[in-house]
């Protein structure tokens, strides 16, 4: 696989994710199983150098309707 087409898979399997959740967060009403899901990551941690200050952190929540949005977002990019 080269580097273009896997830059595609990423961008393709991070949108369905965004999207999943995005739609899973509008239907929590009626649906909330959707919004199952655990947080990874780690916490934030600062750096300060006087002249600047760096802060690292990142932090990721993986939701079924995350994972349904993959699923979705990969069967639709095979098709294309």
């Known amino acids: 696989m080269n ?12 949108v369905g994710s965004i999207l999943g959740s995005i739609i899973g967060s ?5 649906l909330p199983i959707l919004n199952y899901g655990k947080s990874i990551g ?28 993959m699923i979705l977002a990969i069967l639709i990019f095979r098709k294309l």
Do not use: C, H, Q
């Open 3 to 14: 580097k273009s087409k896997m830059f595609y898979w990423i961008l393709i399997i991070l």
């Open 26 to 30: 509008a239907l929590d009403n009626y």
């Open 42 to 69: 780690l916490d934030p941690a600062t750096l300060n150098l006087e002249v600047f200050t760096i802060t690292f952190g990142f932090r990721a929540k993986l939701t079924v309707a995350g994972i349904i949005g």
